[in-house]
């Protein structure tokens, strides 16, 4: 059964820095690309970030890049998500996410309960 565990969100003040993790079970992890979407209140979900099966391509959202890294340890079955400069906007529920193929697509099967994150003075 594929399980996909997100931690390491919390509360911090604009500027400030987390590191999200996202612990993956019940697939072979090595096979498969991973992304990162969050859900802002009262917004729609939005892409943050995504990585090859190997870790050899990564891509961001325009507001993201700069400012996050994403990272992968298959050895560890293991997502992660850097965020430094944090803005306010940034608050939302981040989700860890299992694409269908060693490369993106854009297209997720199984989905994280996801992790808070709240930036605020």
């Known amino acids: 059964e594929v399980h996909l565990v997100e931690s390491g969100g919390g509360s911090v003040q604009p500027g400030g820095s987390l590191r999200l993790s996202c612990a993956a079970s019940?697939?072979?992890?090595?096979?498969?690309?991973m992304s990162w979407v969050r859900h802002a209140p009262g917004k729609g979900l939005e892409w943050v970030s995504s990585?090859?099966?190997?870790?050899?391509?990564?891509d961001y959202a325009v507001s993201m890049k700069g400012r996050f890294t994403i990272s992968r340890d298959n050895a560890k079955e293991t997502l992660y998500l850097e965020m430094h400069s944090l803005h306010f906007d940034d608050t939302a529920v981040y989700f860890c996410?299992?694409?269908?193929?060693?490369?993106?697509?854009?297209?997720?099967?199984?989905w994280g309960q996801g992790t808070q994150v709240a930036v605020f003075s």
């Open positions: 996410v299992k694409d269908r193929a060693l490369h993106v697509t854009g297209t997720f099967d199984y």
């Open positions: 990585i090859t099966w190997d870790g050899e391509a990564a």
């Open positions: 019940g697939f072979f992890f090595e096979d498969y690309a």
